[in-house]
T-cell receptor, first 112, second 115 residues
Framework: TQLLEQSPQFLSIQEGENLTVYCNSS?????LQWYRQEPGEGPVLLVT?????EVKKLKRLTFQFGDARKDSSLHITAAQTGDTGLYLC????????????FGGGTRVLVKP | EPEVTQTPSHQVTQMGQEVILRCVPI?????FYWYRQILGQKVEFLVS????????KSEIFDDQFSVERPDGSNFTLKIRSTKLEDSAMYFC?????????????FGNGTRLTVT
């Protein structure tokens, strides 16, 4: 079973600061998806990255897929209190029918 | 925007009882999934379903679990005889295709509490 490790597990920062969340694996993925999950709700898709080296921006969020398609990062610029939440990465492999395997999540707390 | 809906939002049951968790996937989606998330742990794959049959299941999905698409809209997960360790959030998800870039849409989950 391929493993997706997210780091850090918990991150507490002040509003206006930047943060980066990492998602690493020894396996190659055909795609990697980032989700955000609020308490009591299901994961909500933020972005899908497919190509090695790909960078996608979503307002203040920047997502990067590693060249070897084994790792990814999520960078938030000038974090706001509304960015507080659980961020999940999930990888898909074609050999596994592209079902998603989730990392353990990074809980982000942005303090005012 | 169309969404995946799950009912009930919270189910409490006694150990050994059968439970059915219900999901209505997005109407034009073809691939359906159940995941679970034990409190404080990662989201885990249970089963995938396509063309009215199971495509893949994890080792968690043993003989106590079954899935069904009884009509054109509902997708259910049945646990025949619940155990304490089945307590978790159960998420249904669906997507249009099974390509790597096909987005997976999740419902808001059913919190199952087994006492």
């Amino acid at each position: 079973t391929q493993l997706l490790e997210q780091s850090p597990q918990f991150l507490s920062i002040q509003e206006g600061e930047n943060l980066t969340v990492y998602c690493n694996s020894s396996s190659v993925f055909s795609s990697l998806q980032w989700y955000r999950q609020e308490p009591g709700e299901g994961p909500v898709l933020l972005v899908t990255v497919v190509t090695g080296g790909e960078v996608k921006k979503l307002k203040r969020l920047t997502f990067q897929f590693g060249d070897a398609r084994k790792d990814s990062s999520l960078h938030i610029t000038a974090a706001q209190t509304g960015d507080t939440g659980l961020y999940l990465c999930a990888g898909a492999r074609e050999a596994a029918g592209n079902k998603l395997t989730f990392g353990g999540g990074t809980r982000v707390l942005v303090k005012p | 925007e169309p969404e995946v809906t799950q009912t009930p939002s919270h189910q409490v049951t006694q150990m050994g009882q059968e439970v059915i968790l219900r999901c209505v996937p997005i109407s034009n989606h073809l691939y359906f999934y159940w995941y679970r998330q034990i409190l404080g742990q990662k989201v885990e794959f249970l089963v995938s379903f396509y063309n009215n049959e199971i495509s893949e299941k994890s080792e968690i999905f043993d003989d106590q679990f079954s899935v069904e698409r009884p009509d054109g809209s509902n997708f259910t997960l049945k646990i025949r005889s619940t155990k304490l360790e089945d307590s978790a959030m159960y998420f249904c998800a669906s997507r249009l295709g099974d390509q790597a870039n096909s987005p997976l849409h999740f419902g808001n989950g059913t919190r199952l509490t087994v006492t």
